[in-house]
């Protein structure tokens, strides 16, 4: 038998010949690329190597930011009601890159001379300036059996935590507390962003002993501060108008929106008032300033652009009246319940405030000046929504110019108590009234009779309401709400109420009838005041506001330009008919100089120049007692002033104070502005 052949080692060899030829190709291609960055390398090096040697060395920059002086505030004589005091601050621009513990130094260095308020100083910030020490640190590490290795990120978080834990053990003197506030702010301020170490009462050894250690106190540098500062002779009731700014920086809860605004930590800016409305135009623009710092840590400054100071404002609003009206406002406030007395006088035709005041009685029975609660304090106001409601049935044409008389009579419904005039309470007289009678004696009768007549569903007595569609509620809003009642007045002030609306949902059907005479709704002082002034003005309700120009400020700051005037802007029409207009002057000419034995404004027929007005007094409760809101809307048909009051929780025996109020509040627009035109 033949034996099989061996097979040929041909194959074998070939495949192992092919492993080494893989070999040498990755080897190649490894040679060529270590050539290559060889080659780049020493190009590095020797080309490029003092470009590059001479970037680290050099000094580092970035444009900063720095703060202006903010806007003024003027009275509309131009009254400065608020200004800047500029002073000598110590500031902090931080390097970029700095480590914790270069600040440390710094802070230790600066911390010798300049002594600031550590009542800030946090827990963590305390525990982080104790153990950038290397001798307490490792005291700490020892007390706390810590093993890692001194430095790193877990022999730091160790520490922290252990001292954390055991706070008692970390104490502070007096001077260390100090130094430890300053690097807390050197902390939390960002790369080559500017902050203040100290801002107030900086004194000149503090000044001279930074100048004299600036190369020991890298980022250290003398600025200026700019504090707000209001008039010592300004009325206290215009501070809640003018507003006021942060103190320490940012607020906490606006921080994050305010830095992506490009504001820094440690900015001033506006919370409330007209500083906070008007923010944009009164912060100005930013200095500019190229900030270096050379690689020895020691800062220099250019100024890249001097930066533009805030513009001004100037208000509409007088000041010396204003405090007048305050005054006549706690002069007449009665005592016992009364909860406040609030009045507004503005310019029908421009929406422009002349004065707006306010007083509050606190708990404790004190009295405190609010002119903000006239737009964010909302009361039932009574009879003086007579007119918008009777506007409201001509404009429906449930009643005419020519048709428009509607006996008084006491109001009997199913379900709801009898309402009726106050004149007429027991239905002993049957009184025909037109449109300006019964405006004249104040007939709560003819309006719920106008409202039935909206709502489909002419008086009869003994009639139900249940079949009256709740939409009437919504019919008689929205011919409010076209004088300006129960909708925002849109003034230049921050926090406006619109005031409150009752429900309007079937179970409260029978307060249709409330809603018709002021008992349901409530309205602001303001909105009272915009109200009168839509009918004075003819039908226009125009935008309330208190800003009448924003001026830019001159280099001199004596010629200020003026860059934008608040032009009067109409928020819309009435859109009433002369002859309906005509009406409801006629009516609110007889409440002052009427001759019925009921007229309601006969007190204030002594005034001259005359006015036209319309009472208003709304029943309320007040710590479980009955009082009363007194309310009253006034203009003067030759001159430019509308006037609002409301005094809420007065007893019956003072319901009148608002036409003494009002009397007087026009005899100090007559004095106070009108003579000095």
Excluded at 502 to 527: C, K, V
Excluded at 568 to 576: E, N, T
Excluded at 656 to 674: G, Q, S
């Amino acid at each position: 038998m033949q034996a099989p052949k061996r097979r040929s080692g041909r194959d074998n060899t070939s495949s192992m010949s092919r492993i080494p030829a893989r070999l040498n190709v990755l080897l190649g291609i490894v040679v060529i690329m270590l050539g290559a960055l060889g080659w780049r390398l020493g190009s590095l090096q020797l080309v490029q190597g003092d470009k590059f040697k001479a970037e680290i060395n050099s000094a580092e920059s970035s444009v900063e930011q720095v703060n202006v002086q903010r806007g003024i505030i003027y009275d509309s004589t131009g009254k400065a009601l608020v200004t800047n005091s500029g002073s000598q601050a110590i500031t902090y621009t931080k390097p970029r890159n700095t480590s914790e513990q270069s600040m440390y130094k710094t802070a230790n260095e600066v911390g010798d001379f300049v002594k600031i308020d550590t009542k800030q100083l946090s827990d963590a910030n305390k525990i982080k300036y104790y153990i950038q020490d290397e001798g307490r640190a490792a005291e700490l590490a020892k007390l706390g059996n810590i093993s890692s290795a001194p430095g790193t990120d877990a022999y730091v978080k160790a520490l922290t935590d252990y001292a954390d834990k055991n706070s008692d053990e970390i104490k502070l003197s007096e001077s260390q507390k100090n130094k430890a506030m300053i690097f807390q702010k050197m902390e939390n301020a960002y790369a080559l962003s500017t902050v203040y170490l100290k801002e107030k009462d900086v004194t000149q050894t503090e000044i001279a002993s930074v100048g004299e250690r600036q190369s020991k106190m890298p980022g250290v540098n003398v600025g200026i501060y700019y504090q707000r500062k209001g008039s010592s002779n300004t009325d206290k009731s215009l501070e809640g108008v003018v507003g006021g700014v942060s103190k320490s920086g940012l607020p906490e809860d606006q921080v994050n929106a305010l830095i992506n605004k490009g504001y820094s930590r440690d900015d001033s800016v506006g919370t409330s008032g007209l500083e906070q409305q008007y923010e944009d135009v009164l912060k100005g623009t930013k200095r500019r300033m190229e900030i270096t710092v050379d690689k020895d840590g020691k800062t220099s400054q250019k100024v890249l652009y001097p930066g533009k100071a805030g513009s001004n404002l100037r208000l509409t609003i007088n000041a010396e009246y204003q405090e007048n009206v305050q005054k006549i406002l706690r002069d007449n406030m009665p005592g016992g319940l009364t909860q406040g007395a609030y009045a507004v006088v503005m310019n029908p035709k421009t929406g422009g405030v002349y004065a707006m005041g306010g007083v509050n009685r606190t708990e404790t029975g004190n009295l405190q000046d609010d002119a903000m609660a006239t737009i964010n304090r909302a009361e039932v106001v009574g009879s003086v929504v007579k007119p918008a409601m009777i506007v409201n049935g001509l404009m429906h044409n449930v009643i005419t110019t020519t048709d428009n008389t509607i006996v008084d009579q006491p109001i009997s419904v199913a379900g709801t108590p009898v309402k009726a005039s106050y004149f007429n309470k027991n239905g002993s007289q049957s009184i025909p009234l037109t449109v300006p009678m019964a405006l004249e004696v104040s007939s709560n009768s003819y309006v719920m009779q106008v409202m039935l007549k909206l709502a489909g569903k002419p008086y009869t007595p003994g009639m139900s309401l249940q079949d009256v569609d709740t939409s009437i509620f919504q019919t008689m809003r929205e011919g409010f709400n076209r004088f300006g009642l129960g909708v925002k007045t849109g003034i230049d002030l921050p926090g406006e109420t619109a005031g409150l609306r009752g429900t309007s949902d079937r179970a409260h059907i029978g307060n249709a009838l409330d809603e018709s005479f002021g008992q349901y709704d409530t309205y602001t002082t303001m909105q009272l005041a915009q109200y009168v002034s839509t009918i004075a003005n003819g039908g226009y309700r125009m935008k309330a506001h208190v800003v009448e120009s924003v001026d830019e400020r001159s280099e001199d700051g004596k010629n200020d330009l003026t860059q934008q005037t608040m032009a009067p802007q109409s928020l819309g029409s009435v859109g009433w008919t002369p002859a309906q207009r005509e009406l409801i002057w006629q009516g609110m000419d007889q409440v002052v100089n009427g001759s019925s034995p009921f007229v309601t404004g006969a007190p204030l027929k002594t005034l001259k120049p005359g006015i036209y007005a319309k009472t208003g007094t709304a029943e309320t409760f007040t710590n479980g007692q009955e009082t009363l809101t007194s309310s009253l809307i006034a203009f003067s048909p030759d001159h430019d002033v509308a006037l609002a009051v409301v005094v809420p929780g007065v007893s019956k025996d003072a319901e009148f104070v608002n036409m003494n109020i009002a009397k007087e509040v026009y005899n100090a627009y007559w004095k106070d502005i009108e003579a000095k035109k």
